[in-house]
């Protein structure tokens, strides 16, 4: 089964820029979302093997919120959370969660890469 990537992030030129990146990392499709609303009607229309979810979206929910209510339905899909501030609170939040990687803002594509096929292997 090919993968099938989600990535949530407000900004528009994030999620156009991974769109075009993670396939050439992996083997994927990849769908974007630039709200919680359209995030989850995405996730309830297909099957997803990863999610890749801005921490701060400026929405109702923040990544780490959106990520738990997604492992409502499917406790083990991995995902990355990413963000231009890895604040301590963050980093400790993102360690207790399982098959869960944070990566900082700007993304560093050799390291991104090795999470990414960590997560979907």
Known sequence: MKNRILI????????SS??????????????????VEEATRLWE???YTLLIVDHMLGDSLDGIQLIEKFRQSI?????????GFLSPELQ???KTMQNT???????DIDRFKQVIESLLN
């Open 45 to 47: 229309e297909h099957s």
């Open 8 to 15: 949530v992030d407000d900004e528009p030129i994030i999620c």
């Open 18 to 35: 991974l769109k075009f990146l993670l396939p050439t990392l992996v083997d994927a499709d990849v769908d974007t979302a630039h709200t």
């Open 92 to 94: 400790k939040k993102v």
């Open 75 to 83: 406790p083990t899909i991995p995902a990355v959370v990413h963000s």
């Open 101 to 107: 990687h944070l990566v900082e803002k700007p993304i």
